[in-house]
């Protein structure tokens, strides 16, 4: 919904509001694949050069790689990671960054330490398992049709898609994109007895998440105790009193 909100209020200062009004939800849709986009330029011809003048490739779903197992287009993590530091961005740049060093070291810390209660490798995360529920719900609406070597056509609607648990894909490439199996292929798994969980991509399993929190920062000792580099030391630059308001970083 704020991906939506920042592109409407982005194509609000290129072409009519009235226009962008009525079809600011197709508007997403169709930045979503390129096939798409030949249904923009029927009504907003501004806002489909304004789109491929910004690189779709850089931002648009549809260019992203399936090696990363992620789908999120916005910025939030870098947002949450910059308002955590808030504080630490105040001081000056060498006890910055050491704030930051102790802030991730004890991160790893509580992260591998609440993995390590966990006698049980292989099952899913606890947000992993809510969004796998969600599709399930999802799938309900899907009716797929078998085919030999685990290929499934799946209908919804008017729409088709084709399966494959084999190869794990699915046309909408929603499940190569994320790893996790797409309301198409979950009726197909359904259709089969199958548990959901086993098809999804071990990037989500508690063992791989144990991987990436088994090596942490090493502690540090404090300023007094660093080694001395030779030459003259650097001092800071002149303070100067700027006028206005003083800026919070």
Not at 73 to 83: I, R, T, V
Not at 141 to 159: I, K, N, T, W
Not at 241 to 248: A, H, S, T
């Amino acid at each position: 919904m704020r991906i939506r909100l920042h592109i409407y209020h982005h194509l609000k200062k290129v072409v009519n509001v009235m226009t962008i009004g009525t079809e600011k939800g197709n508007t997403i849709k169709v930045i979503t694949t390129p096939q798409r986009m030949n249904k923009i330029v029927q009504f907003l011809v501004a806002a489909y050069e304004d789109f491929n003048s910004k690189g779709p490739t850089k931002f648009c779903k549809t260019f992203f790689r399936y090696t990363v197992r992620c789908d999120a287009s916005e910025n939030n993590m870098c947002e949450a990671f910059n308002g955590t530091i808030c504080r630490a961005r105040t001081k000056p740049l060498i006890h910055m960054l050491e704030d930051i060093r102790n802030y991730v070291m004890e991160r790893i810390y509580s992260k591998q330490n609440l993995m390590s209660h966990d006698l049980v490798d292989d099952t899913l995360c606890s947000r992993i398992k809510k969004k796998l529920e969600k599709l399930v719900g999802f799938s309900a609406r899907s009716v797929a049709r078998p085919s030999v070597g685990g290929l499934f056509q799946v209908h919804e609607g008017v729409d088709a898609y084709s399966v494959c648990l084999n190869e794990r894909t699915c046309t909408c490439k929603a499940w190569q994109l994320t790893g996790l199996p797409c309301r198409h292929a979950i009726a197909s798994i359904s259709f089969m007895r199958v548990d959901p969980c086993t098809y999804v991509d071990d990037v989500y399993r508690k063992f791989t998440h144990k991987k990436y929190y088994r090596l942490g920062l090493p502690p540090m000792n404090g300023e007094r105790m660093w080694p001395k580099v030779p030459g003259e030391p650097i001092k800071p630059p002149p303070y100067r009193v700027m006028p206005g308001r003083p800026k919070k970083n």
